[in-house]
């Protein structure tokens, strides 16, 4: 069912009951008033025959006389006994003169049928002629009342159906306006099935501030996707351009090895040294492109939490340094200070720069690590050819490399900078580079550190 549809059919039946509700009450509340302003006068003309019959026991006055004179144009009289008796009726229609009720000591008024009329009545005690107390009954037809009530009735039955028909046409309209740019906004969603076409919706200033929202919310998503379909289609690219050399590479030595392979021992050993440097160098490049998609994608195991800096970095440095047969010197004003990182990402993220640093320098490798204010700054030095000026607004773009000649040799990929950008980013740390050519690079880590005494491994 459509929103429109299902907004105007929800408004129609909660208008019908809400209208059904207040017209019920109207003609019960009219017709219970109408009655009960009937029997009350009806209640005081009894209280006034029982004065007169009192008076005419008194002046021997025959107390029928006075019935008679109180009766109604359409009504009836009677006096009942203890017995249930009928003492007198007086009655308008003689169809009436079968009607009573209970005798009763007590004053009371209500409404009754019979024969298919209805009357009021009202009952009360009264001292009759030989001294006994009987029961006084007085009815009045209310006929006109009824006829009242039915055409109230009818009135508030064609009210409904008017208003019914004047709230489902303004429904429909209001109904309309309200989705025209629900409906805007879903033939812009249909438009841009094709990824190539990323189709902004033009905000309105009438537009209530909910669409203004989901029309900036869309816009803001198709910008995402639009960034992302290109950053997808440069990776692409750039992975292509990457493997593309070594496949190359590894396609020519092997048409050598076809050719001369079997008689030049010389083209042999180059051949076979060329290819397994090309396979090592796709496997590496492989690997830091699977490393890329990894940490671009939501991890459920990432967890940061206060960690000791130098113990972490330390355990690092003394696993590379064995691998690498460099020396990593890591110093620190205080081996306690905590930093609020992930453990594997941040330990992940410190290798990538220290292998930065193993590749594009020959000298001992520098991490200090201090505390100020409320950072931790660690700073992870080389001291190689550097990087020129003008280059450092690039290096954590995927695949960007200064020296192309010189990270081929190196084994650079120029994805380990851009995946540190992302690890960072992860972890909410900020990073500085600083270089200068022929002197060499530093890199610094601004972390949130910890103001606590609790110690962590």
Known sequence: MK????IQLYITVMTVIVVILINTFVYFSYKNFSLNAEMGQLENRGINITQEIQNANA??????????????????????????????????ETEYADMSQPYSTSQYTQSVEH????????????????????????????????????????????????????????????????????????????????????TMIETNENDTRELKELSESFNDMMEDLRRHDENQQAFIMNASHELKTPITVIGSYSRMLNRFGKTREDVLDESINAISSEA???KYLTEQLLTFARVNREDESFNQEPIRMYKLISDVARRLESVYEREIE????????????????????????????????????????????????ITVQDRGLGIPEEDLDQIFTRFYRVDKVRDRKTGGSGLGLSIARELANMNGIEIRVDSEENVGTAFKLIIEKVNSNEEYE
């Open 59 to 92: 002046n021997n006055i025959d107390s029928e006389a006075v019935l008679q004179a109180y009766l109604l144009s359409d009504g009836f009289i009677t006096v009942v006994d203890e017995q249930n008796n009928p003492i007198v009726r007086i009655a308008t």
């Open 280 to 282: 090592e160098r796709m």
């Open 3 to 6: 929103l429109g549809t299902k």
């Open 330 to 377: 890591v110093v620190a004003d205080d081996e306690n200070v905590l930093g609020f990182v992930d453990r594997d990402t941040f330990d992940q993220l410190i290798k990538i720069f220290i292998d930065n640093a193993y590749k594009y320098s020959s000298e001992k490798i520098s991490i200090d690590i201090r505390g100020k204010g409320n950072n931790v700054e």
């Open 115 to 198: 024969a298919g009329e209805h009357f009021v009545m009202a009952s009360m005690p009264i001292i009759w002629e030989n001294g006994e107390v009987h029961s006084l009954q007085i009815y009045e037809n209310v006929y006109f009342l009824y006829e009242t009530f039915d055409i109230l009735r009818w009135i508030l039955i064609v009210s409904t159906i008017i208003i019914l028909v004047v709230v489902f046409l303004m429904n429909r309209v209001i109904t309309d306006n309200i989705i025209k740019p629900i409906n805007t906004l879903i033939d812009k969603m249909k438009k841009t099935e094709d990824t190539s076409n990323y």
